[in-house]
C-alpha cells in the first residue's frame, strides 16, 4: 500500500513538472519593440553560424566571426541605427537559430537560412539577401555525379537544415544521416560514414576550399533564396532591416562584399549573386 | 502536445526502440566487462592490478562523446567502417564499464576479507573463491549503486543523437527541427525516458529489499 502511494506521488509531481514546462513554452514571448529595444542600446544582436566558411566562421585564432554574413550584417547595422551602432554576434546553429530568436536571445538570424513557407508560419523573413541553390559535395573521382546517383546511397546532412528534406526528394532511396554541425558532418564524410554531403552549393565551396580531395559535382537542383529571420510581430524591424538591404544594393556594398568573399572560390561563380 | 505525438508517433516509437535497444546492450556488456575489470582491480598479481587500473582512471575521466566520436569518426579512418548506433553503444558500453568496475570493486573489498581467506583455507582457488563466496555478497551490497549506473546509461545514450544512432534524442531533435515546436517535443523525449528509468529504478528498490 505504502509503496503504491509512493509511486502515485512520484506519478503526479513529473506530471505537475511537465504541465509548469509546457506552461513556460506557451506563455506569449516578450511584446517588447526590438527596433525600439535596439535603437536605445544602438546594438543589434545577430545569429550567425560559426562553422560556415565563407558565410559565417569563427575564427579559432582571435575568436572573431567572420565571413559575408558577417559583413552584410555588420553594414546593415550601420545603415538601420547610424554610424555609432555596433553589430554584436551570438553563434547559431540550424538546429538552435529559430529557438534562440524565438526566445528573444537574438534579434535576427543572419545564417545561410532559406526562405521557406513551412518556416514562415512560426517566423517573418526579410527580403532575399543572397540566392544559393543545394548541391553535394563528394570525394574526388567518386562515382556519384548528380543527386539521382544518390539513390540507395547514404547522404550526411545537418540537422534542422531543408537540404535533407529537399534531397529526399531527389534520391527518395537515400539514407540521411543528420549530425549537429557541418564541421561535424565534413569528419563523417571524410571517415566515409556517407557517400555525399548535402546542403547548399555556397557552403560547400566554402568546404572544398580548405579539403583538397572533395569537389561540388552535378548542377544546384534547387533554389535556396537566404532571408534574414525576424520575428513575428517586429513589422518595424523588418522593414528597417529591408530598407538597410535596398540601400546597401543600390549603394554598391552589396556587391563589394560578393567580390571580397566569393571573387575567387572555385565551383562558385560569383557573377551569378551580383546585384544592381 | 498529443498532437505532436501522434503526429510523429513513428518516429518517436523508432527512437525509443533504439534507445532501448542500446542501453541493454550496453548494460549487458558493461556489467560482464566492468565486473572483469573489478576483479583484475582485486587479484593478488600486481600487473593484474595496474592494468584494471589503468583501464578504469582512462574511460572513467574521458567524456563519453569523446569515447563515442573516437569510434564514429577516427577508428572509420584507419581500421574499419562503425556506423553511428554501434559507435555509440560501444562508447556507452566502455564508459559505463569503468564506473561499474569502480562500483564492484567496492563491493569486493567491503566484503570481510575474512571471507575470502577462510574460502582459500578450504582449498578453493582464487576463481572459485572469488565466484562462490566474494561476488555473491559484493553484489548484494552495490545494487543500489548499480542502479544508479544504470539509470545513469540510459540517460548517456542521448549521446547516440550527435552520431546519428536515430534514438530518442536524435529523432527528438529532427521532430523539433521539422515542427519547429521546441518545448513540446522535448517534453515528450523527456517522458520516454521516465519510461525506461522509472521502472529501472523501481525494480532496483525492489530486488534491494527482496535481497537485503
Known sequence: MKKKFKYLTLLITSLLLVLTLTGCGSQSLSSQNVLENDKKSKTITWGVKADTKLLGLTDVKDGKEKGFEVDLAKALTKKMLGKDAKAKFVTVTSQSRIPLLKNGNIDAIIATMTITPDRKKTIDFSNSYFDAGQSILVKDGSSVKKVQDLNGKTIIGVVGSNSVQNVKK??????????????QALTALKSGQGDAL?????????????????????????????????????????????????????????????MKWFGNVPGFNYKEVLRK | ???????????????????????????????????????????????????????????????????????????????????????????????????????????????????????????????????????????KLVIPPLGNQFVNLVKNSSVLAFVAGFDLMYQGNMIASQTFDTVNTYVVVGLFYLVITLPISYYMQHLERKLA
Open chain 1, 170 to 183: 531527389f534520391a527518395p532511396k537515400a539514407q540521411v544521416l543528420q549530425l549537429p554541425d557541418y564541421a
Open chain 1, 198 to 258: 548535402t546542403t547548399d552549393n555556397v557552403i560547400l565551396a566554402g568546404m572544398a576550399v580548405n579539403n583538397p580531395g572533395y569537389e561540388l559535382t552535378g548542377k544546384a537542383f534547387t533554389t535556396e533564396p537566404y532571408g534574414i529571420g525576424i520575428n513575428k510581430g517586429q513589422g518595424d524591424f523588418k522593414k528597417s532591416v529591408n530598407k538597410a538591404l535596398k540601400e546597401v544594393q543600390t549603394d554598391g556594398t552589396y556587391n563589394k562584399l560578393i
Open chain 2, 1 to 139: 502536445m498529443i498532437k505532436l505525438l501522434t503526429d510523429n508517433w513513428s518516429a518517436f516509437i523508432s527512437g525509443f526502440g533504439w534507445t532501448v535497444l542500446s542501453s541493454v546492450l550496453a548494460l549487458f556488456f558493461s556489467l560482464i566487462i566492468g565486473s572483469l575489470f573489478a576483479i583484475l582491480e582485486v587479484m593478488p598479481s600486481k600487473t593484474a592490478r595496474v592494468i584494471g587500473n589503468i583501464y578504469v582512471e582512462i574511460f572513467r575521466n574521458i567524456p563519453l562523446l569523446v569515447i563515442t566520436m573516437f569510434f564514429y569518426l577516427v577508428i572509420p579512418l584507419y581500421v574499419v567502417k562503425v556506423n553511428g548506433f554501434t559507435a555509440g553503444t560501444i562508447g556507452l558500453t566502455i564508459y559505463t564499464s569503468a564506473f561499474i568496475a569502480e562500483t564492484v570493486r567496492a563491493g569486493i573489498n567491503s566484503v570481510d576479507s575474512g571471507q575470502m581467506e577462510a574460502a582459500r583455507a578450504q582449498g578453493m582457488s582464487f576463481w572459485q573463491a572469488m565466484k562462490n563466496v566474494v561476488l555473491p555478497q559484493a553484489f
